[in-house]
């Protein structure tokens, strides 16, 4: 496999090895031993979710407060403009983001730590994604940024998404009490 940094401090993207042939492909998602040895994830998983999306669909940008959560991300089914927001207070890069298409092609996974706010565009109809988390999601300890908060600036490629209210009534960064 291949772990690429980022800007963002323990941030990375993962390329699995992808063995294929005429009959398919495999590939590994997830190994303890080469995933903490390789590419430093040094947590445990307590929770695997699988979402899916209609196109256009933007969910985020999400945050556990007290209880963060990292994320291992991958999409099994279409393609995502995916992002990972630093909200680490005293982080060296706090409040910068990283995005990259996540998709059943290119098989990338993105390592999202605790400390971070994570969401995605579904940029086609029916967009599977599946995620690994390091803490058990809490209804009660979720906040959310406002997707198109104009300190972040992120370029969005959906000029009209499709929103849950919560998300509508999301906040700016500089609003929040982290």
Same mark, same amino acid.
């Given at each position: 496999? *291949?772990?690429?940094?980022?800007? +963002?401090?323990?941030?990375?993207?993962?390329?699995?090895?992808?063995?294929?042939?005429? #009959?398919?492909?495999? *590939?590994?998602?997830?190994? #303890?031993?080469?995933?903490?040895? @390789?590419?430093?994830?040094?947590? @445990?998983?307590?929770?695997?979710?699988?979402? #899916?999306? &209609?196109?256009?669909?933007?969910?985020?940008?999400?945050?556990?407060? $007290?209880?963060?959560?990292? =994320? *291992?991300?991958?999409?099994?089914?279409?393609?995502?403009?995916?992002? &990972?927001?630093?909200? #680490?207070?005293?982080?060296? $890069?706090?409040?910068?983001?990283?995005?990259?298409?996540?998709?059943?092609?290119?098989?990338?996974? +993105?390592?999202?730590?605790?400390?971070?706010?994570?969401?995605? $565009?579904? +940029?086609?109809?029916?967009?599977?994604?599946?995620? =690994?988390?390091? &803490?058990?999601?809490?209804?009660?300890?979720?906040?959310?940024?406002?997707?198109?908060?104009?300190?972040?600036?992120?370029?969005?490629?959906?000029?009209?998404?499709?929103?849950? &209210?919560?998300?509508?009534?999301?906040?700016? +960064? =500089?609003? *929040?009490?982290?």
């Amino acid at each position: 496999m *291949l772990v690429q940094t980022t800007k +963002l401090k323990g941030c990375v993207i993962i390329e699995p090895s992808v063995f294929g042939d005429n #009959r398919g492909f495999f *590939l590994e998602t997830f190994s #303890r031993q080469r995933y903490f040895e @390789e590419a430093g994830i040094e947590l @445990e998983f307590v929770q695997d979710n699988h979402s #899916r999306s &209609a196109a256009n669909v933007l969910r985020g940008l999400h945050f556990q407060k $007290t209880k963060p959560q990292g =994320k *291992l991300v991958r999409v099994v089914r279409g393609c995502v403009f995916d992002v &990972a927001v630093d909200i #680490r207070p005293g982080s060296d $890069t706090f409040g910068q983001w990283i995005s990259m298409e996540l998709s059943e092609q290119n098989k990338k996974q +993105l390592w999202v730590p605790p400390g971070f706010a994570h969401g995605f $565009t579904a +940029l086609n109809e029916n967009t599977e994604l599946e995620y =690994k988390c390091t &803490a058990y999601y809490d209804p009660e300890d979720e906040g959310s940024i406002l997707w198109s908060d104009p300190d972040l600036n992120i370029p969005w490629p959906v000029a009209q998404p499709i929103l849950s &209210a919560k998300d509508m009534d999301a906040q700016l +960064l =500089k609003d *929040l009490q982290l």
